[in-house]
C-alpha cells in the first residue's frame, strides 16, 4: 500500500485545492494515468500517479484545500502492507516494555534517531536534537509551587514515567527541534486544562501552525494562543482556525448570505491575480501613453494572410500582427524587455522574448507566455498564440507556462473597448493594450475618408523605461501597423 502526498508542482506553492478527481475507490490505475485536477495559485494542474495498483482510498474531497506534502491518495500496489498512519507522537509504535525497563530508559538518554519522516512544508524536526522526556499520566496529579518562604527540598527525585506504551513521546516540540513541557497542551487535550498552568507563549503557539494557517488566522482574527491543537504533536490546523472563527467553509463555491447578495471566496487564480497586481501597482512606478493608429492596411493584409497555403490551419486574427509588430520594436528597443531587480539594484535586459497574451478565462485572469517568440516565424506565431489561447479557454495552462515572461499584449478590444490603462505584469517592464478596430473618419491626402482604426496603450515601469524610450517603442509599433510592409524592413 502505498499514499501519494500532495506535490509542489512549482513556483513554491504551499497548497491546492481538489478540483476533480478521476478515480474513485476500487478503480486500477496506472503509472503516470491521470488521477486528479488540483487549482493552485496558478492554474489547474492535472497529477499522474506515480504507482500502478488499484485505488484503496480517496483521502481529500473534491473542492477541499490541501497542505503540499498531506498525503491525498493510497493505492494497493500489491505489497499487503498499509502505510503507518501519522502517529501522535514521534515515538515508535510498539508493545509496552517491562517495568524494569521503563526505569532504565528515563535514567538513560535515548540516541538520536538516524531517520525521521521528511516534512514537506513547515518547519522540520531538527536531526539529533529530540530528547527523550518522562510524560506525566493523567493520574499523576502535578507537582505543586512550595508555598513562599518555605525551605526547599534537599533533593528531587527522577520522575518516573507512568505510560511507556505505542502512544509515549520521544519529543514534545518537533515543530522547533526542542522539548516542550507536555504538562498543559497533554492535559489540555486529556482532562482539560491543568489547574494552574501557565498559558503557552504567543511565539510558541505560532510555530505549531503552518505558515498557511497563520495567515487564515490572520485574515480570520483568530487569535492562535486561545486555540489546542488537533493535528500531529498538538500542532494547529485549519480546521481549529475555522472552528474558532465560526467560519467553516459550505461545499458551495459560492455561499448565500442573505437575500439579495452573495459571497465569492477569493482563492487560486483570482487571489494570486489580486495581490500580483496590487504588489505591480504600488511597486512599480507606472506610465502609460496612447496612440491612435490607422489600421486599415493591417485589416487588409489579416484578409490576405488567411488565403495563404501556410495559414491554412491556423487562425489569423489582427492579434498576430500586432505581436509581430511588438517583437520587431523589441529587438529595436532592448530596454523595453527588460526587468529591474530591487534585490540586486540592477536593470536585467532579457535578449529574447517570452511574449505573454493576457486571457480572460472563467477562472480569472491568466497572462500565459509564448517561449522564444522573438526566433518565431510567422506562421509558427500563429499556431503558438492559438495554442496558447485554447489551452487557456479550457483551464488546462499549466504554472510553467505562465513563468518567465519579459512583455506583454492584452487585447481589450475584444471586449468592445478602444483603450486602457494597463498593469504591468510583475516582473515585466511593458505591456501594450490593443483596443478594438471600428471605423472612423481619418484625413488622408488632406481628405477625409473611412478607415479603419484602433487606440494603441503603452503602460511601462519609469524606472527602467523613460518617456523617450517608451514613445520611440510605441510609434515604432503603431508605424508598423499603419504600413505592414515595415515589418519586413525593419526586421
Known sequence: MKQFKLPDVGEGLTEAEIVRWHVKAGDPVKVNQIIVEIETAKAVVELPCPFEGVVAALMADEGETVDVGRPIISVDDGT??????????????GPAPERGQALAEDMVPAPPKEERQPVLV??????????RRPRRSASTPPASTPPAGSPAPRSVQPPVRQDTGP??????????????????????????PAAGAAPASGGRVATLAKPPVRKLAKDLGVDLTTLTGSGPQGSITRDDVQSAAGAVPAPAAVRA???????????????????????????????????????????????????????????????????????????????INSAWNEVAQEIVVKHYVNLGIAAATPRGLLVPNVKDAHAMSLPDLAR???????????????????????????????FGVDA???????????????????????????????????????????RVVDGELGSLFLRDVGAMLEDPLRMLAWS
Open 80 to 93: 499487503g502492507t498499509d502505510p503507518a498512519p501519522a502517529p501522535a507522537s514521534s515515538a515508535a509504535p
Open 122 to 131: 513547515g518547519y522540520g524536526v531538527k536531526m539529533g536534537a529530540a530528547k
Open 167 to 192: 502512544g509515549a513521546r520521544e519529543d514534545a516540540g518537533p515543530f522547533t527541534g526542542e522539548s516542550a513541557v507536555p504538562s498543559v497542551r497533554e492535559g489540555a487535550r486529556e482532562n482539560g
Open 257 to 335: 448570505v442573505q437575500a439579495g447578495e452573495e459571497r465569492i471566496p477569493v482563492k487560486g487564480v483570482r487571489r494570486a491575480t489580486a495581490q500580483a497586481m496590487v504588489a505591480s501597482a504600488f511597486t512599480a512606478p507606472h506610465v502609460t501613453e496612447f496612440l491612435q493608429v490607422d489600421v486599415t492596411e493591417t485589416m487588409d493584409a489579416v484578409g490576405r494572410l488567411r488565403r495563404l497555403p501556410d495559414f491554412a490551419e491556423v487562425k489569423v486574427s489582427p492579434l498576430l500582427l500586432v505581436a509581430k509588430a511588438v517583437l520587431v520594436a523589441a529587438r529595436r528597443y532592448p530596454m
Open 384 to 414: 503558438a498564440l492559438g495554442a496558447l489561447a485554447e489551452t487557456a479557454r479550457a483551464g488546462r495552462t499549466q504554472p510553467a507556462d505562465m513563468a518567465g515572461g519579459t512583455i506583454t499584449i492584452t487585447n481589450v478590444g475584444v
Open 420 to 462: 486602457g490603462t494597463p498593469i504591468l505584469n510583475p516582473g515585466e517592464s511593458a505591456i501594450l493594450a490593443f483596443g478594438q478596430v471600428r471605423d472612423m473618419p481619418w484625413v488622408v491626402d488632406g481628405q477625409i475618408v473611412p478607415r479603419r482604426v484602433c487606440t494603441l496603450a503603452l503602460s511601462f515601469d519609469h
